[in-house]
């Protein structure tokens, strides 16, 4: 499958006489406010989703520090967002449902770990704009290409990220074969040409209003109207502040990479120290292994969500995963010789 193909380009393209073309802010949220406009086309709801989502987080963050506002709530919502929702999305949607780092036991652990907290992003518009990133980092067709600027990967979730809706029915299977270890219900094709995506929109808001239900009725009983609109409130501030993190990541543009601390020269990406301690982002390390279950390979590098997979396959719910930390130390560490190319190891096979 050409992975070259899989995303609905922007009007403006991903390019132009074979080289990145880079938008105007305008011509970007034109764009924007274009692909959330479900009154145009029902292909748009997933988009919409996404940042109604969101953007709904202010309504308890507003009610929060309005009403409820003590430091030790604002420490507690800090701590779930920045680590334990990092974590996750870097456990769920990161290592496994795109890389595949680890393998679950059952379908039923799939669906308690999918679950660990508060939803935010929908996976097809993660997962399926993923592997396009690395197949194409930082070349025309990268999703969130760090030389279009901020604001490009910013808004990418709609601009670059939805799949296209003029898939072919072989293309659209080869698609759910990337998503079919998920637990999403997916789509027939026949629904596909209908909403325009893999998932469908009832299973979906569905899902948000049981999870959103089940956890703020849990932070409810822990801790009253306080503590549930607290973690609501700085699940908003995480949902926004996710959406720049690839820019950072990519060293906004710049070449930010240090000998000795970032071995992947293939890319501008760079291993930082706050999304390495609170997700286990560490992501120069990252576009070294792509598939591996853990990315924090030097001593201070912690990494939660391997911490996570380790423990969960010790008690038989994880079955097997991916750990590349001693071909790293025996290739970058050992050697200390930066990597002129990057390692995609089996993203190869999915094209």
């Known amino acids: ?16 006489n074979g080289s990145l073309y880079v938008p105007s802010s305008r011509e970007i949220l034109r ?21 109604t989502a969101s953007l709904s987080f202010a309504f308890p963050l507003g009610i929060f520090l309005t009403r409820h506002f ?22 769920w949607l990161h290592r496994y449902s795109t890389h595949r780092a680890f393998k679950f036991r059952n379908s039923w652990i799939i669906m308690i770990c999918r679950n660990l907290v508060i939803k935010v992003i929908p996976e097809e518009i ?28 910013f808004l990418a979730d709609v601009n670059h990220q939805p799949i296209r809706k ?6 659209y299977g080869h698609l759910c074969r990337l998503m079919n270890h998920t637990g999403i219900k997916l789509n027939s094709y026949a ?19 049981l999870n959103w239900g089940f956890w703020y009725g849990t932070f409810y009983l822990l801790g009253g ?23 950072d990541g990519h060293g906004a543009g710049k070449d930010r990479r240090r000998d000795g601390v970032d071995f992947n020269r293939a890319d501008l990406s760079v291993n930082q120290v706050w999304p390495g301690f609170v997700a286990g982002e560490w992501h120069n390390n990252h576009h070294l292994y792509p598939n591996g279950a853990r990315s924090g390979f030097l001593p201070h590098q912690v990494d939660l969500p391997w911490y996570l997979i380790r423990a969960l396959a010790r008690v038989g719910a994880v079955s097997s995963y991916r750990d590349y930390k001693a071909d790293f130390l025996e290739k970058y560490v050992a050697r200390s010789a930066p990597v002129e190319s990057g390692q995609l190891n089996e993203l190869g096979s999915l094209h």
């Open 191 to 209: 629904q596909y040409q209908c909403w325009g995506s893999l998932c469908h929109p009832f299973y979906t808001i569905m899902h948000y209003v």
């Open 126 to 153: 993660y997962v399926i704009s993923h592997y396009v990133h690395h197949y194409q980092c930082e070349l025309p067709g990268d999703p969130y290409n760090v030389h279009g600027g901020w604001l490009y990967c």
């Open 31 to 51: 764009e924007f406010f274009s692909r959330l406009n479900i009154f145009s086309s029902r292909k748009n709801w997933l988009s919409l989703l996404s940042w």
């Open 225 to 247: 109207q306080a503590l549930a609109t607290a973690i609501f409130g700085w699940a908003g501030v995480w949902a926004i502040g996710i959406r720049t993190y690839n820019y």
């Open 1 to 16: 499958m050409n992975l070259e193909r899989v995303l609905d380009p922007p009007t403006y393209g991903f390019q132009k």
């Open 70 to 91: 003590s430091w030790w709530l604002m420490l507690a919502g800090f701590i779930y967002s920045m680590v334990l929702m990092g974590s996750h999305g870097t456990f």
């Open 166 to 171: 003029d898939l072919s029915e072989k293309d």
